[in-house]
């Protein structure tokens, strides 16, 4: 297998743990976001969307990092990161789309570019919008996780699962913009019960041989 990502990219680390909690080999190649290397032609041909991760097995080739993660778990299900009835899956999509699809893309890098060079907005004001967006988001993930029955050790259970792929690269994008955090125990548990594991700090930005 082969995975086009870039280091700081919250969608490619999920793809990134998700391949190292079930323990699959892959070759790291790098695409650089900020560089503009996925809007060449090369990488076009790969991404219709010219978007990172893609996943390329044999001459397979998926986009998207949650049905990436959707797929290992179909083709790899040892071990499970979709485990449980289908409600306990449900609920661990569901924490994982809050993530992914209510905080992730209000402040991804081609957003936050067109705030900036489209909008004219301030360096400030981006980084209010980003900021709020994101802290707000995981004020819904904090609810969604504190007192709930099915909250272990991590966000469903005492194992990790998708929805601990998700979380944890957005609150490593949120240290990185210095957003609140206090308001969030039980994420903040959760990410520091993860970050023990070397499926998520073997696999952090500043661990993949592209950081800079």
């Not at 032609?41 to 959707?70: C, F, M, N, R």
């Not at 609810?143 to 944890?168: N, S």
Request: aromatic letters at 8%.
């Amino acid at each position: 297998m082969q995975l086009y990502n870039y280091f700081r990219s919250s969608a490619s680390y999920r793809v990134r743990i998700a391949l190292a909690l079930k323990g699959l080999k892959y070759d790291y190649l790098p695409v650089h976001l900020a560089h503009n290397e996925h809007l060449q032609e090369g990488y076009a041909q790969l991404s219709v969307s010219k978007l990172v991760p893609v996943l390329k097995d044999g001459d397979k080739l998926l986009s998207q990092s949650l049905a990436i993660i959707e797929y290992l778990e179909e083709t790899h299900p040892e071990p499970p990161l979709l485990p449980g009835d289908a409600f306990a899956r449900a609920r661990i999509r569901a924490l994982t789309l809050d993530v992914a699809c209510e905080i992730h893309p209000l402040n991804n890098l081609r957003v936050l570019r067109y705030l900036v060079h489209d909008l004219k907005v301030s360096e400030d004001d981006k980084n209010r919008w980003y900021r709020h967006w994101v802290e707000s988001g995981l004020e819904v993930v904090e609810r969604q996780l504190r007192e709930h029955p099915a909250t272990g050790r991590f966000c469903h259970g005492d194992t990790p699962t998708m929805a601990d792929c998700a979380l944890v690269p957005q609150i490593a994008n949120a240290q990185r913009f210095d957003c609140r955090l206090d308001h969030v125990p039980t994420v903040m548990r959760i990410h520091a019960e993860c970050m023990q594991l070397d499926a998520f700090a073997k696999t952090q930005a500043s661990a993949c041989p592209d950081a800079a």
